[in-house]
């Protein structure tokens, strides 16, 4: 198992900049997967940003140019910093952490219970 502890979110006005954090901790193995999607009441989860252990990251068009996703391996931690964030970014943000144990093996999947980041004047 694998727990992940969420901090930062809150509320911004447009234009303005917030960072989340998340903590991964338990059995984890060498090569994994971290990421932020984000989710409105009514509507499916979405994908902001990912990082792989390796360091190759995946941004939605939506943030490109505006978030910036990192992570620290040896702590296990991945943070997402929001710029020039837009009342459309409002939303619930959820940490996913994504490993197997080979190549061989399916992908499991831990998600973070989420931290609402809101964008209003």
């Known amino acids: 198992q694998v727990q992940l502890v969420e901090s930062g979110g809150g509320f911004v006005q447009p234009g303005g900049s917030l960072g989340l954090s998340c903590a991964a901790s338990g059995n984890i193995f060498n090569v994994f997967i971290m990421g932020w999607y984000r989710q409105v009441s009514g509507t499916e989860r979405e994908l902001v940003a990912t990082i792989s252990s390796g360091g190759t990251t995946e941004y939605a068009d939506s943030v490109k140019g505006r978030f910036t996703i990192s992570r620290n391996y040896a702590k296990k931690t991945v943070s997402l910093q929001m710029n020039s964030l837009k009342p459309e970014d409002t939303a619930v943000y959820f940490c996913?952490?994504?490993?197997?144990?080979?190549?061989?093996?399916?992908?499991?999947?831990?998600w973070g219970r989420g931290t609402q980041v809101t964008v209003a004047p």
């Open positions: 996913k952490f994504r490993q197997r144990r080979n190549v061989l093996a399916k992908y499991t999947d831990y």
